[in-house]
C-alpha cells in the first residue's frame, strides 16, 4: 500500500506570510497532483505534475516533483485568506486515473 | 458549479433506515467513483464505475450499494449503516478510468450523519 504523508497536518498563519507544505512517500508515482478542498466543497484540483523535478506555478502557488518523483511540495508566497482550506496530494500508481493514494491533508487557515 | 452535483447535501439517518444518495455529472465523462472523506483519515475510493461497468470495489461493507444506470448519474444506496460510517461522500467524475493523469472532478459531497 501506498502512503503520502503531508506535513504540517494544520498551519495557522497571517495574512501576507509565505508558506510551504509537503508530501513525502516511500513509493514512486508517475504522477502527482494537489487539490483545495474548502469548507462544504469537494476538492478541486490545482495542478499535475509528471516528470521528476518539475516546477509549476499558478500565480502565488509553485508546486514541485521531487527528482525522484516521490515526494512534492507547495509553496505559497503572500498568503491570502481565500488560500484557506484543505490541501491534498494525490499520488498516480497505475495506469487508471482512479488508481489514486491521497494524503491526509494539511488544513491552512490565513487569518486577515 | 464543478459539474457534478450531489444530493442531498445533508442526511442525518438512523442504523435501520434505507436510504440512497445521488450524483450526477454534466460533463459527458465515462468514468465515476464513489469516495469517502472522514476525519483523520484519507480520501477512500469506494468504487469506480466506467460506462456503467464497475470496475472497482475497494472492499466495500455490503451495506453500502452502487448503482450506474446510465453513464450519467450514479447513486449510493444505503442500508444498517453504524455510526462509524458518518462522513462525507463525494462522488466524482473523469473523462474515463484508464488513462492516468485524466482529471478528477468531484461533487461538492454528502454529509451522512448515522445515529
Known amino acids: 500500500t501506498q502512503l503520502l504523508e503531508q506535513s504540517p497536518q494544520f498551519l495557522s498563519i497571517q495574512e501576507g506570510e509565505n508558506l510551504t507544505v509537503y508530501c513525502n512517500s516511500s513509493?514512486?508515482?508517475?504522477?502527482l497532483q494537489w487539490y483545495r478542498q474548502e469548507p462544504g466543497e469537494g476538492p478541486v484540483l490545482l495542478v499535475t505534475?509528471?516528470?521528476?523535478?518539475e516546477v509549476k506555478k499558478l500565480k502565488r502557488l509553485t508546486f514541485q516533483f521531487g527528482d525522484a518523483r516521490k515526494d512534492s511540495s507547495l509553496h505559497i508566497t503572500a498568503a491570502q485568506p481565500g488560500d484557506t482550506g484543505l490541501y491534498l496530494c494525490?499520488?498516480?500508481?497505475?495506469?487508471?486515473?482512479?488508481?489514486?493514494?491521497f494524503g491526509k491533508g494539511t488544513k491552512l487557515s490565513v487569518i486577515p | 458549479e464543478t459539474g457534478v452535483t450531489q444530493t442531498p447535501r445533508h442526511l442525518v439517518m438512523g442504523m435501520t433506515n434505507k436510504k440512497s444518495l445521488k450524483c450526477e455529472q454534466h460533463?459527458?465523462?465515462?468514468?465515476m467513483y464513489w469516495y469517502k472523506q472522514s476525519a483523520k483519515k484519507p480520501l477512500e475510493l469506494m468504487f469506480v464505475?466506467?460506462?456503467?461497468?464497475?470496475?472497482e470495489n475497494n472492499s466495500v461493507p455490503s451495506r453500502f450499494s452502487p448503482e450506474c444506470p446510465n453513464s450519467s448519474h450514479l447513486f449510493l444506496h444505503l442500508h444498517t449503516l453504524q455510526p462509524e460510517d458518518s462522513a462525507l461522500y463525494l462522488c466524482?467524475?473523469?473523462?474515463?478510468?484508464?488513462?492516468?493523469?485524466?482529471?478528477?472532478?468531484f461533487g461538492e459531497g454528502s454529509w451522512l450523519t448515522v445515529v
Open positions: 513509493s514512486v508515482f508517475s504522477s
Open positions: 464505475y466506467s460506462l456503467e461497468e464497475r470496475v
Open positions: 505534475v509528471v516528470t521528476g523535478g
Open positions: 494525490a499520488g498516480a500508481v497505475g495506469a487508471g486515473s482512479y488508481q489514486l493514494t
Open positions: 460533463l459527458g465523462h465515462n468514468a
Open positions: 466524482a467524475s473523469s473523462q474515463d478510468s484508464q488513462t492516468s493523469g485524466n482529471t478528477i472532478y
